[in-house]
């Protein structure tokens, strides 16, 4: 599977931005997907998941309550909503999949949110 990301950009401090994921293949609805990020110096660091089904999600403690994670099978793409944006979430962010088992395998390249103070 080949992954797109995008809706990066540059947002003030308490803004908001939707990331989308674009997938290739027709199989998109059996794979999980993942966002990520990783900003400048630091490791990258998981931000949410979503199972295949959209039936279950889990975010990392930091951005709960501000971040949400929805797929739409039919369009083969997975999104990031994202609320209440504060600078230390700027970063570089890569959406990711996995079959079921396995850790997350594919990776696309990441979009840039800069979050200004």
């Known amino acids: 599977v080949q992954l797109q990301a995008s809706g990066g950009g540059l947002v003030q401090a308490g803004g908001s931005l939707r990331l989308s994921c674009a997938a290739s293949?027709?199989?998109?609805?059996?794979?999980?997907m993942g966002w990520f990020r990783q900003a400048p110096g630091k490791e990258r660091e998981f931000v949410a998941s979503i199972s295949g089904s959209g039936s279950s999600t889990n975010y990392a403690d930091s951005v709960k309550g501000r971040f949400t994670i929805s797929r739409e099978n039919a369009k083969n793409t997975v999104y990031l909503q994202m609320y209440s944006l504060k600078p230390e979430d700027t970063a570089v962010y890569y959406c990711a999949a996995r079959q079921v088992g396995r850790q997350f395998e594919y990776w696309g390249r990441g979009t840039q949110v800069t979050v200004s103070s």
């Open positions: 293949g027709r199989t998109f609805g059996s794979y999980g």
